[in-house]
């Protein structure tokens, strides 16, 4: 399992973040859906609440567990981006982490407010999606792919 940088867990801590997560189908359809009560627990795992059994993205969790597949985290502010590939590593139904997320769930919903699991997921990957970072590893990978014949020439333009 990869160690998350700090400034990653400050993101996924800042309410005015913006946490993605990618599933795939069994039909290799992507999906990708806002999860605002993504985080990063002490012990270094995501984990979200999943609202539904039925859901398409509970679905192909239970996939992604079951087959090893991978699955995506994306975590964006005003100013920074990142991707985090992992795996999905254990399914909560009951026990502390999972009430600490039904609590949350009531505090912003109302004491009516359910969630179904938690879900933890390994992190694996993380890569930096600001256009700046990508631009810095493009012309650091493939240092003459990406460059428009006539750049200089266009420069003053």
Same mark, same amino acid.
């Given at each position: 399992?990869?160690?998350?940088?700090?400034?990653?867990?400050?993101?996924?801590?800042?309410?005015?973040?913006?946490?993605?997560?990618? @599933? /795939?189908?069994?039909?290799?359809?992507?999906?990708?859906?806002?999860?605002?009560?993504?985080?990063? &627990?002490?012990? =270094?795992? #995501?984990?979200?609440?999943?609202?539904?059994?039925?859901?398409?993205?509970?679905?192909?969790?239970?996939?992604?567990?079951?087959?090893?597949?991978?699955?995506?985290? @994306? /975590?964006?502010?005003?100013?920074?981006?990142?991707?985090?590939?992992?795996?999905?590593?254990?399914? &909560?139904?009951? =026990?502390? #982490?999972?009430?600490?997320?039904?609590?949350?769930?009531?505090?912003?919903?109302?004491?009516?407010?359910?969630?179904?699991?938690?879900?933890?997921?390994?992190?694996?990957? /993380?890569?930096?999606?600001?256009?700046?970072?990508?631009?810095?590893?493009?012309?650091?990978?493939?240092?003459?792919?990406?460059?428009?014949?006539?750049?200089?020439?266009?420069?003053?333009?």
């Amino acid at each position: 399992m990869a160690e998350l940088p700090e400034e990653i867990v400050a993101l996924f801590k800042d309410p005015q973040s913006i946490k993605v997560l990618g @599933t /795939v189908g069994g039909n290799g359809a992507p999906h990708a859906v806002h999860k605002g009560s993504l985080t990063v &627990l002490d012990d =270094g795992y #995501i984990a979200y609440s999943e609202g539904s059994d039925s859901s398409q993205t509970n679905k192909n969790m239970v996939r992604s567990i079951w087959f090893d597949k991978p699955v995506s985290v @994306t /975590v964006i502010n005003a100013r920074k981006a990142y991707q985090i590939k992992g795996k999905p590593y254990k399914c &909560l139904i009951n =026990g502390p #982490i999972f009430r600490q997320f039904l609590l949350r769930a009531r505090e912003r919903g109302g004491p009516a407010a359910d969630i179904q699991s938690v879900w933890l997921i390994a992190p694996e990957e /993380v890569r930096a999606e600001t256009p700046g970072a990508r631009r810095s590893e493009e012309a650091e990978n493939r240092p003459y792919l990406n460059r428009h014949l006539d750049r200089d020439a266009v420069k003053g333009a």
